[in-house]
Nanobody, 119 residues
C-alpha cells in the first residue's frame, strides 16, 4: 500500500511564506515524476511545480520566482517552498507521484493540504 502524506498547509497573510512537504511511504521500488498541483474552489486542478521523470523541474508561470520545489530522494519526500504568497494562491494543494511497486507503475495523489492566504 502506497501513501502520499502532505503537511505544512495553513493560514498566512499575503506576502508570507509556507513550506509544504509530501512524504511517500509503502512498498516503493522507485519514484518517477513527483510534484504539486492545486485546486481552488470552483476551478480545475492545475499544476504548480513538479520534477519530471528525468529529474528536471517544471513550474507554472504564476509561481515562477516565488515557489521552489525540492526533493529528498532518500526520504521519498518532495517539498514546496512558497514565498511572496498572494490571496489567489489560496487552494488545496495536492501531491502527485508516479510510483513503481514491484513491476507496476501507478499514479498516486495525496489527500491535499489547505493553503489560505489572507489579504
Amino acid at each position: 500500500q502506497v501513501q502520499l502524506v502532505e503537511s505544512g498547509g495553513g493560514l498566512v497573510q499575503a506576502g508570507g511564506s509556507l513550506r509544504l512537504s509530501c512524504a511517500a511511504s509503502g512498498s516503493i521500488a522507485s519514484i518517477g515524476a513527483m510534484g504539486w498541483y492545486r485546486q481552488a474552489p470552483g476551478k480545475q486542478r492545475e499544476l504548480v511545480a513538479t520534477f519530471t521523470n528525468a529529474g528536471s523541474t517544471n513550474y507554472a508561470d504564476f509561481v515562477k520566482g516565488r515557489f521552489t520545489i525540492s526533493r529528498d530522494n532518500a526520504r521519498n519526500t518532495v517539498y514546496l517552498q512558497m514565498n511572496s504568497l498572494k490571496p489567489e494562491d489560496t487552494a488545496v494543494y495536492y501531491c502527485n507521484a508516479w510510483i513503481r511497486v514491484l513491476a507496476t507503475t501507478k499514479n498516486y495523489w495525496g489527500q491535499g493540504t489547505q493553503v489560505t492566504v489572507s489579504s
